[in-house]
């Protein structure tokens, strides 16, 4: 059964992980069409996007009918998949409070160099950790709302949460 239940969270996990895929690249459209206009040579062509939008909309229509079906029938499954989630935001939120801590106390702290490569300065880092904390404290809320059946789908922002996928423990 356990097995079983692995199998389960892991194909939501994939059928996420795939809207988001499809999101970004819809949104990267968008940008580029408000930068440059319609006729920038670098667009994908009309059938690409309508096609990834097609695919995100079916792909997260079944991710939905899934969550619910399990929410309904087998709650086990959507435990151990948000649990997964919510131990990655769990350790984010765990070591910016530990960073922001030392920083109050005007102990030495050292701000991880692994951030995007735009964010310089200190306090370029500090802002950056702290809206960090911000969406993970904002996805775990979401989480809360996937178990409670509130919603049945989230997103990871992996700009703020860089290392998301690193910190998630698939057990």
Same mark, same amino acid.
């Given at each position: 059964?356990?097995?079983?239940?692995?199998?389960?969270?892991?194909e939501?996990e994939?059928l996420?992980?795939? @809207? *988001?895929?499809?999101e970004?690249?819809?949104g990267?459209?968008g940008d580029?069409?408000?930068? !440059?206009g319609?006729d920038?040579? +670098?667009?994908?062509p009309?059938?690409? +996007?309508f096609?990834?939008r097609?695919?995100?909309?079916?792909t997260?229509?079944?991710?939905?009918?899934l969550?619910d079906t399990?929410?309904?029938?087998?709650?086990?499954v959507?435990?151990?998949?948000?649990?997964w989630?919510?131990k990655?935001c769990?350790?984010?939120?765990?070591?910016?409070?530990?960073l922001?801590?030392?920083?109050?106390?005007?102990?030495?702290f @050292?701000?991880?160099?692994?951030?995007?490569?735009e964010i310089?300065?200190?306090?370029?880092?500090?802002?950056?950790?702290s809206v960090q904390?911000?969406?993970?404290?904002?996805?775990?809320?979401?989480?809360?709302k996937i178990?409670t059946g509130?919603?049945?789908? !989230?997103?990871?922002?992996?700009?703020?949460?860089y *290392?998301?996928?690193?910190?998630m423990?698939?057990?």
């Open positions: 059964m356990k097995e079983n239940n692995m199998k389960k969270a892991l939501l994939e996420r992980k795939r @809207v *988001d895929e499809l970004k690249e819809i990267k459209v580029m069409v408000d930068r !440059f319609h920038y040579k +670098f667009l994908p009309p059938e690409t +996007f096609k990834w097609e695919e995100k909309e079916t997260q229509a079944r991710l939905v009918e969550v399990y929410r309904s029938q087998n709650h086990e959507i435990e151990l998949w948000t649990s989630h919510q990655a769990e350790s984010i939120i765990r070591e910016n409070e530990e922001q801590s030392n920083i109050e106390k005007r102990k030495s @050292v701000i991880p160099n692994s951030l995007p490569a310089q300065s200190d306090k370029d880092k500090i802002l950056y950790l904390e911000k969406t993970a404290k904002e996805l775990l809320h979401r989480l809360r178990d509130k919603c049945s789908y !989230f997103s990871i922002n992996t700009y703020y949460l *290392d998301y996928y690193d910190l423990i698939l057990e």
